[in-house]
């Protein structure tokens, strides 16, 4: 009877711990993600409605053109802000990588960036890249009289001082993620080069980047979700501006659904980042998840 | 195909001395097996032959050149590896092609050479396959393909088939002995297995805390030890040690064992030792289980052959013979009968000791006598 009762407990401990998580997950995730692409498809304007009108919103939504300005702005940052933390992250590792002094020293300076929110971030960057009392003005008072480093306030430039900011943040964690990965390398394969004749760039070049693909995909995938999602850097460092220059899809749906009262077209806006995440995430899951059978 | 000359070779790390002046002549073509415990330093004596660690003092000569200060890629050395050491993201054939494409081979004689070898090793049908497709067996065979692609000087092998399981291992053996007939290449192979040391090499340098303790045929390493760790070490299962007093006979000498209360005197070949300095005193007597036999009638009479009766304490059937363990001088005592002749545990049996072939070594120095 006994031995029987704790079984029982055994069985539905696990369960019952882990139930109130599936149902927050549930219904705030999956739940609220049906309910806005629901509501994409309603005439929604101040309040929701349920009122369905199609594709009316989508057609809204890319009519608009400071929605095609802020898609335009995703597809620069995110190539160039993914691009450049690969590149320096990479560098910074393989460098690393060299049997150096202070290691574990390095990398926590390279790493800490990344345990700052994207707020404080944007918060420094933007004073160190305001022309009246940041990095301008140092070099003017240095005697430098015609330095001019005024992207912040160009519409032109502004996008790329989001990158910046960006790279700064997320590269030492790229880094993290590479060190690992070559870490992970058995090193009699360099010694075996080597011996094969192989100087250490063809080593690298040849052998061992190759051979990280998987750990370059999981890099991809994270960086590219927080370009997708990037709205708090933004916010911080320019604000969207100047004008709407600096516009990201994440500023354009929270205006749009919390400020100007078009929850229609903020649902849809929403709708597409969530599809550009999966046309991104599902071949990534689909060849992680099959590997197995190959190997 | 070159010689090897390793003369006085140290390597430390910091105040950690792992070699000790190393000194090796290896013959053109010759087989040569570094053997001992993990931490002997054989595999940095290895990867200081390959380069791929800097010797601190000492030098290495392959061929007529001193290449001491070579990097690794200018020795024309190839080296099999534990771990095979495949690159991951090529497949068999780019494995084997890679070294000869960094050396700038054409093209029409790389593939040449990878169906040379991918012919040599039976590993056609693996040539498309990646590395992770492989088993270990096939992995071993390309990690040897890689190294024979190059036709390099010298070959290096570091534990090449300690990966493998144990009846694969002995194909591989055999493998690599009939490769090693047919090419005559020379080849510096480390290993902790001794079996494999004694079957494989032309001769064998034993190593132990940095230093070479014996180097020579398998035969005369076997038979003739240079010192106590040496004859412990090789030969399974191991030589007998047995501390026993010397004494006095009319004209030679011999050493005293005591079994279940009686005392014998095992009567020594003076070719296998001058003990009349030890007199009295303690030695260790060496003598592998093979010469403790059951009674055979036509050994009895001769003259370094005394039969004893032992208490058998365990007994171990291995199949061809069953060892049995002895207590001579409340000493254990490995023993070798055919198994029709062994007796049960705790029974009494009458053993042959044969001393044709024993050895004497200090008891203090552990120095062959």
Known sequence: MLASRKKGID??????????????????????????????????????????????????????????????NLVVFGVLFIGICMVVGLVMAILLDQNIRAEGAIRTIYLYPMALSFIVTGTVWKWLLNPTVGIEKF?????????????????????????????????????????????????????????????????YTRIIIPSMRPVFFSAFIMLAH?????????????????????????????????????????????????????????????????????? | MAELKIDNVYKSFGEEHILKGISLDVTDGEFIILVGPSGCGKSTLLNCIAGLEDVTTGDILLGDTNVTYEAPKDRDIAMVFQSYALYPNMNVRKNIAFGLEIRKMPKAEIAEEVARVAKLLQIEPLLDRKPSQLSGGQRQRVAMGRALARRPKIYLFDEPLSNLDA?????????????????????????????????????IAVMKG??????????????????????????????????????????????????????????????????????????????????????????????????????????????????????????????????QEAGKVGESMELLFNMSKAVFFDEQTEARL
């Open chain 2, 167 to 203: 009846k694969l291992r002995v194909e591989m053996r055999t493998e690599m002995k009939k490769l090693h007939q047919r090419l005559g290449t020379t080849i510096v192979y480390v290993t902790h297995d001794q079996i494999e040391a004694m079957t494989l090499a032309d001769r």
């Open chain 2, 210 to 339: 940095g230093i070479v303790q014996q180097f020579g045929t398998p035969q005369e390493v076997y038979d003739d030890p240079a010192n106590m760790f040496v004859a412990g070490f090789m030969g399974s299962p191991s030589m007998n040690f047995l501390r026993c007093e010397v004494t006095k006979q009319e004209k030679d000498y011999a050493v005293q064992i005591e079994s279940q209360g009686t005392i014998f005197q095992l009567p020594v070949d003076p070719k296998q030792a001058d003990l009349s300095s030890y007199v009295g005193k303690t030695v260790v007597l060496g003598i592998r289980p093979e010469q403790i036999t059951h009674v055979m009638p036509h050994l009895v009479a001769e003259q370094y052959i005394t039969q004893v009766p032992v208490k058998i304490e365990v007994t171990e059937p291995t199949g061809a013979d069953t060892l049995i363990l002895a207590r001579i001088n409340d000493q254990e005592c490995e023993c070798r009968v055919h198994p």
């Open chain 1, 11 to 72: 069985y539905w401990l696990p369960k019952l711990v882990v139930s109130p998580t599936l149902v927050i997950a549930l219904v705030f995730f999956y739940g609220f993600v049906l309910w806005t692409t629901f509501i994409s498809f309603t005439n929604s304007s101040f309040l929701p409605s349920y009122e369905l009108v199609g594709f009316d919103q989508y057609v809204r939504l890319f009519m608009n053109p400071r929605w095609l300005n802020a898609m335009w």
């Open chain 1, 226 to 295: 927080i370009a997708i999602k990037s709205f708090d850097l933004v916010i911080a460092l320019t604000g969207g501006g100047p004008g709407n220059s600096t516009d990201v899809p994440a500023i354009f749906m929270y205006q749009f659904s919390f400020q100007r009262g078009q929850l229609g077209i903020g649902a849809a806006s929403a709708v597409i980042m969530l599809m550009t995440v999966l046309a991104i995430l599902v071949p990534y899951l689909y060849s992680e998840l099959r590997t197995p059978k190959n190997g």
């Open chain 1, 139 to 203: 070099v003017i008072s240095l005697g430098w009289d015609s330095f001019v480093f005024d992207w912040i306030i160009d519409p032109d430039m502004a996008i790329y001082t989001v990158v910046i900011a960006g790279v700064w943040q997320a590269s030492g964690f790229v880094m993290a993620i590479f060190l690992a990965g070559l870490r992970g390398i058995d090193t009699s394969i360099i010694k075996a080069a080597q011996l094969d004749g192989a100087n250490l760039f063809a080593v």
